[in-house]
């Protein structure tokens, strides 16, 4: 009886975790998807553009460092920029 009440509850724990697992792990993946569409109409890449890049540009939010991934004030909820990356709302002014 007591083995069984321990089973129980030792399924509904894992399965709790299971199930929570995904939103625990992938939030930071998911901002990044969520501005896919911006990206691609931005025609962001991870390359920069000649002398042109996002760590020289003033739309960038740096990240902890300066080769960590940052964020673009013209993109918002994605901090996944890269430092090298370029789009074609680069501005220098
Ligand atoms: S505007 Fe474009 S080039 Fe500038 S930081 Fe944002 S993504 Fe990079």
Redesign the pocket.
Known sequence: MNTDLNRRRWLKFSGIALVSLPFAYFPRHAQAIANEALRVQ?K?RDTPNGDMN?AN?L??IPGKSTTDLGG?K??PKDDE?SPN???T???SM
Do not use: P
């Open positions: 931005l962001y996002c540009c739309e960038f673009c013209k993109i920029i990356g370029y789009c709302l680069w501005n």
